[in-house]
């Protein structure tokens, strides 16, 4: 195994989490494949450059706390990106139900308040406030609970 390309490659992991898939890519551009690509993802993860568990706490977090994802547009983009079921449920553990509600109920009363000077219809704007949350991956039943509860 040559030492430069690890020492690449874990550069390339030390800059920010990765998945297991995005490393065997990255080692595909630099010409390196079959049993050479997995010898180094094997020493990367000994060496705890690479953690899949890792990354998936760290990608669900960040997604949840900087654009304010639902869990299921996290849970979709981590199967994605090819991570195990247990992965997924270690990276989601990173969401409590307090701060996933609560962030939820914030995301609406934001979005209410610029929808009202646009949209008059209360109706229309309770269904553009769903299809809001909704797209950003929140699960329906707690949309529409959360939004029962402005009345």
Same mark, same amino acid.
């Given at each position: 195994?040559?030492?430069?390309?690890?020492?690449?490659?874990?550069?390339?992991?030390?800059?920010?989490?990765?998945?297991?898939?995005?490393?065997?890519?990255?080692?595909?551009?630099?010409?390196?494949?079959?049993?050479?690509?997995?010898?180094?993802?094997?020493?990367?993860?000994?060496?705890?450059?690479?953690?899949?568990?890792?990354?998936?706490?760290?990608?669900?977090? !960040?997604?949840?706390?900087?654009?304010?994802?639902?869990?299921?547009?996290?849970?979709?983009?981590?199967?994605?990106?090819?991570?195990?079921?247990?992965?997924?449920?270690?990276?989601?553990?990173?969401?409590?139900?307090?701060?996933?509600?609560?962030?939820?109920?914030?995301?609406?009363?934001?979005?209410?308040?610029?929808?009202?000077?646009?949209?008059?219809?209360?109706?229309?704007?309770?269904?553009?406030?769903?299809?809001?949350?909704? !797209?950003?991956?929140?699960?329906?039943?707690?949309?529409?609970?959360?939004?029962?509860?402005?009345?």
């Amino acid at each position: 195994m040559d030492r430069l390309l690890l020492q690449k490659a874990a550069s390339y992991c030390a800059y920010q989490e990765r998945t297991q898939e995005e490393v065997r890519q990255r080692l595909k551009t630099w010409g390196v494949w079959g049993d050479e690509a997995e010898e180094i993802i094997a020493e990367l993860i000994a060496q705890n450059y690479l953690s899949e568990e890792r990354f998936a706490k760290t990608y669900a977090g !960040g997604k949840f706390r900087q654009k304010n994802w639902g869990r299921r547009k996290i849970r979709q983009e981590l199967t994605r990106r090819g991570l195990t079921d247990y992965t997924i449920q270690q990276g989601m553990s990173e969401i409590t139900d307090e701060a996933y509600e609560e962030t939820l109920r914030e995301l609406l009363v934001k979005k209410h308040k610029a929808l009202e000077k646009s949209e008059s219809n209360a109706l229309k704007r309770k269904q553009k406030l769903a299809r809001y949350a909704l !797209g950003k991956g929140y699960e329906s039943e707690l949309v529409w609970k959360v939004l029962n509860s402005f009345e």
